[in-house]
């Protein structure tokens, strides 16, 4: 049976099964008649225990009563024998912690004599050398005794012997730190290795290590430096700050050379271990340098002159160099690095506020440049034969990246703030680009909404087929320019030709226009997208060349190519900037196309043997884009646009060529259904030649002569085969839309082109 086994919970549980209650109640009968079966068996088996069971138990409360007696006497002898035994213990107890204390007092007595006596023997051999100064293996004897004397008295601090005695103590300690510190000077100064080794040792064997080095600074370091660290002796310094320290640094070789060299813990310079634990540099040197910079020098943090700050911190670097060469071993670069008045002095330098002035002064050369004539000044000469930007925009963009790592700027602290810099330099650069791209479209969108306001003017007179300025563009831009508005942009031609703004300049000479931005033409485009080439193949390897030298181990190759990327990613724009504003006119010119019926159409002109104006002014456009961009943009690229300008003309040329193909054929057919009406309508014969020769739209004429249907698509198979003629002179391949127009046109003329001599 289950410890948690409820009525209800089994219930619940046959109830999920799907078990009915019938066959629940049946079993569970049948279950109950076994269990009854099995306990009748069970107590049968068992029988005769049963029974006897309160037969055993007879008689037991006797024996329980009859062993309680005995049992309760033991207990009371247990605990008398434990506490004896308890009693017995503390008296051993009490014995050995009296016979502890009186060795405890043996002990401090014998110390006590001990003390006495090395304090009287110290005193004696004092008294013995008579001066002040006592000699050196006297003194490393006398630093025994003094240890031990130390050592014996912070044990028995609490002992009232000592606390008499420890006058004498002291005295004996001036005593003999006077004499060493003495000692110490003079072998120093006398370059004396032998006793200054043995006043080190001296030194360490009394605990007195930082009294040492703090000695050394006061004596021989401070006097040296003194005359050194200060403004005066910048000011009048021929090399500045870096002479100072220099001056600075020669105090080392001067008067530390033999401590440092017996100090040190390389153990191929010094061999004598118990002089470990030394370090002069660090804690006598430094701390007297960091103190006359602190107090003399404080200004040179000072970031108000940049260039000025950038001196006095590279200075400052070199001089830190320089001392970390003193030091033999990495713990003591360590112990410099982390050295209070080392951090100290690294954060004294006002970093932040030089790189906000450096990025003031770099951004601010972009952003002025990119600013002027709204960034699209002309580059100037060429620095090498690598530089061949066309904007002076660009040409500062790079020469901003170069500012960030240059040997007068870069710092290494600040380094990954100047990376992320050359960073912002690009991006800027690439938000200017589109903004070009913005301003151009914008322009265009004003002139659309002008040609709306002008509905009378005729479609080929907004950009004439010259590549001239449309009078509408012309008034828009004269009149912006009185008002002192933007002057913009105003046709495809000005693009080209790059002279936007002379039109508008000489319209008025009366009143002058308010400089402002200057309009983005096409030819302004084709320039940025050509830099923007030239600065993706170039800027990565910039960058590299620039970081490479200053972090080594570090891969910002990933990084460089990222600002590749993001320059090519404005191209596409550019590009297609480009390529709709110059198909712009060719395609309001191509619809020209359905104007073709119309001239000959009951005209009676000549049959052509000339291309229409339309496509003369298309491939004047062509002709014209190519050589206004040749001197400045590869041909490769080029090619490209013209290749794309071609589609996209061609498919709006291919449908309008069908649509007036179709509407020929069908005006040909109705004309010639009308001609059978008549016929066959006509009462005579003269009837019938009246009305043959009042059509004049189908068929052949009399002669030889073309009708008018057939000198529609003669001028149209002229057109098109001009225009596939000029365009391989142009070297551009117009694919599949091009040999598919020309089989139009070709299908339509095929039954008379064996009467023209083309």
């Not at 401090?108 to 293996?137: C, H, P, Q, Y």
Request: glycine residues 4%; contains cysteine.
């Amino acid at each position: 049976l289950k410890s948690d086994f409820t009525v209800d919970n089994f219930f619940i549980e046959q109830n999920v099964k799907d078990t009915p209650l019938d066959t629940l109640r049946d079993d569970l009968g049948i279950y109950l008649k076994v269990l009854r079966s099995s306990m009748i068996e069970l107590i049968n088996e068992d029988y005769a225990d049963f029974v006897n069971l309160s037969t055993n138990l007879v008689g037991l409360d006797t024996s329980i009563e009859k062993l309680k007696q005995p049992l309760e006497r033991v207990q009371k002898e247990v605990g008398l024998a434990e506490s004896d035994i308890q009693s017995t213990l503390d008296r051993v107890q009490n014995l050995l912690q009296q016979q502890a204390d009186i060795r405890e007092k043996k002990t401090s007595l014998s110390n006590l004599r001990e003390i006495f006596e090395t304090l009287s023997k110290v005193e004696r051999m004092l008294g013995a050398e008579g001066d002040d100064v006592i000699g050196s293996d006297v003194t490393e004897r006398i630093a025994g005794d003094i240890n031990f004397l130390l050592f014996s008295t912070t044990k028995m601090k609490d002992s009232v012997l000592i606390e008499e005695l420890r006058p004498r103590l002291h005295s004996v300690c001036d005593r003999m730190n006077s004499s060493l510190d003495i000692t110490l000077i003079k072998a120093l100064q006398d370059g004396d290795i032998t006793i200054l080794s043995k006043c080190c040792r001296t030194y360490a064997t009394i605990d007195r290590i930082s009294s040492a080095e703090q000695l050394v600074r006061e004596k021989m370091v401070r006097p040296a430096l003194a005359q050194i660290l200060t403004e005066s002796n910048l000011e009048n310094h021929a090399h500045g700050l870096k002479g100072i320290f220099k001056e600075a640094l020669n105090v080392i070789p001067q008067k530390l050379t033999p401590l440092v060299e017996i100090t040190t813990e390389d153990s191929s310079v010094n061999s004598d271990a118990s002089l470990k634990g030394f370090d002069f540099l660090v804690n006598a040197y430094w701390p007297e340098v960091w103190t006359y910079i602190k107090e003399n020098l404080s200004f040179i943090f000072s970031p108000g002159n940049p260039s000025q700050f950038f001196k006095y911190f590279t200075d400052s670097n070199y001089f830190l160099n320089e001392l970390e060469s003193y030091l033999h071993t990495e713990d003591a670069i360590k112990r410099l690095r982390t050295h209070a008045n080392y951090r100290e002095f690294s954060s004294s330098w006002n970093l932040p506020v030089y790189y906000q002035i450096r990025f003031q002064e770099i951004a601010a050369q972009l952003e002025n440049s990119l600013q002027t004539l709204g960034g699209l000044e002309a580059a100037a000469t060429a620095v090498n034969d690598k530089d061949n930007f066309k904007l002076a925009a660009s040409q500062m963009l790079v020469q901003a990246v170069k500012s960030c790592f240059h040997e007068e700027i870069f710092l290494r602290p600040l380094g990954d703030k100047f990376l992320k810099l050359s960073f912002q330099l690009v991006s800027r650069y690439i938000h200017w680009a589109k903004e070009c791209v913005t301003r151009f479209c914008e322009d265009d969108l004003i002139i659309e909404d002008v040609d709306d306001l002008h509905p009378s003017t005729p479609a080929t007179s907004t950009k004439g087929v010259g590549l001239s300025k449309s009078n509408t563009a012309k008034d828009v831009q004269n009149l912006q320019a009185v008002v002192g508005g933007k002057t913009h942009r105003r046709s495809a031609s000005d693009q080209l030709s790059g002279q936007s703004g002379q039109h508008a300049a000489g319209h008025n000479n009366t009143r002058k226009p308010v400089e402002t931005v200057r309009p983005t033409s096409l030819s302004d485009l084709v320039l940025i997208y050509c830099d923007i080439c030239e600065l993706s193949a170039t800027m990565p390897e910039i960058l590299i060349a620039l970081t490479q030298p200053l972090y080594p181990a570090a891969n910002l190759k990933p990084a460089a190519d990222s600002c590749a990327i993001s320059l090519r990613a404005v191209l596409p724009e550019l590009e297609k900037t480009i390529i709709d504003n110059s198909v712009e006119e060719p395609l309001r010119l191509v619809k020209q196309v359905a104007d073709i019926p119309r001239m000959y159409r009951r005209t009676n002109r000549d049959t052509p043997s000339k291309p229409c104006q339309y496509i003369n002014s298309i491939v004047t456009t062509f002709t014209d884009f190519k050589n206004a961009q040749a001197p400045v943009c590869p041909t490769e690229s080029i090619n490209s646009w013209l290749t794309q300008m071609t589609d996209a003309i061609l498919k709006v040329y291919l449908v309008n060529v069908t649509d007036v193909l179709t509407n020929v054929t069908k005006m040909e057919e109705s004309l010639k259904k009308l001609k059978k009406v008549r016929e066959r309508g006509a009462a005579s014969g003269a009837a019938g030649s009246s009305t043959s020769g009042g059509s004049g739209g189908a068929g052949n004429k009399p002669g030889g002569l073309l009708s008018d249907d057939d000198k529609i698509r003669t001028q149209l198979y002229i057109d098109v085969m001009y225009f596939a003629r000029e365009l391989e002179k142009l070297g551009v391949d117009g694919g599949n839309n091009i040999a598919e127009i020309r089989q139009v046109v070709a299908k339509a003329a095929e039954h008379i082109l064996p009467q023209l001599q083309l």
